[in-house]
């Protein structure tokens, strides 16, 4: 049974960075994707960006220039910074495995 | 931009049968763009449904399927449940770097 547990800062001024970290309870850590998705309140859900567990990244190219996802292969966790933040960037903010198991979510709130 | 489409809300009736679909804007939907079908419910996080444009995992009920279908990703509810009431999200893939959102379809169960 895998499970994702996720943590990080839910209230942030604007330009300041987002961080987020989801660690992994079970199951194996190769051969997945391990992403982010965001989900604005009252909204659909967005696609952030994803790593494998050898450290190669896709991110959504509206992101690209602001975001980071890293993993720790030695801790079995997985990393989210999102820099330069905005009242635009408030979500709920969700990590996945493979798109198929899901963190429970962070709320982040950006507001001055 | 690439958008991703889905019908912003549909309505069916217990037992009913109901297609919901996934369009790309940059052509028709094939099994390279490896499908992905999400439920959420309030308050809950997004659950996978399908995945691989019609590969269910183990805790998908028997009534949801996934196709393609007119150059267009579907997922059929066949006899459906009042716990189905929820949103729907699908998810393409595109070349190997690039996944999108539909913008999702709440169904009513009424």
């Known amino acids: 049974q895998v499970q994702l547990q996720q943590w990080g800062a839910g209230l942030l001024k604007p330009s300041e960075t987002l961080s987020l970290t989801c660690a992994v309870y079970?199951?194996?850590?190769?051969?997945?994707?391990w992403s982010w998705i965001r989900q604005p309140p009252g909204k659909g859900l967005e696609w952030i960006g994803e790593?494998?567990?050898?450290?190669?990244?896709n991110y959504n190219p509206s992101l690209e220039s602001r975001v980071t996802v890293s993993v720790d292969t030695s801790k079995r966790q997985f990393s989210l910074n999102l820099r330069s933040v905005t009242a635009a960037d408030t979500a709920l903010y969700y990590c996945?495995?493979?798109?198929?198991?899901w963190g429970q979510g962070t709320l982040v709130t950006v507001s001055s | 931009q690439t958008v991703v489409t889905q019908e912003p809300s549909l309505t069916v009736s217990p037992g009913g049968t109901v297609t919901l679909t996934c369009a790309s804007s940059?052509?028709?939907?094939?099994?390279?763009?490896?499908t992905n079908w999400f439920q959420q419910k309030p308050g809950q996080a997004p659950r996978s449904l399908i995945y691989?444009?019609?590969n269910k995992h183990s805790w998908t009920p028997a009534r949801f399927s996934g196709s393609l279908l007119g150059g267009k990703a579907a997922l059929t509810l066949s006899g459906v449940q009042p716990e189905d009431e929820a949103e729907y999200y699908c998810?393409?893939?595109?070349?190997?770097?690039?996944?999108?959102f539909g913008g999702g379809t709440k169904l009513t169960v009424l």
């Open positions: 996945a495995r493979s798109y198929t198991n």
């Open positions: 079970g199951g194996s850590f190769s051969g997945y994707y």
């Open positions: 790593v494998t567990h050898t450290g190669s990244t």
């Open positions: 940059t052509g028709a939907v094939t099994s390279g763009h490896y």
């Open positions: 691989s444009t019609s």
């Open positions: 998810q393409l893939y595109y070349d190997g770097v690039l996944r999108v």
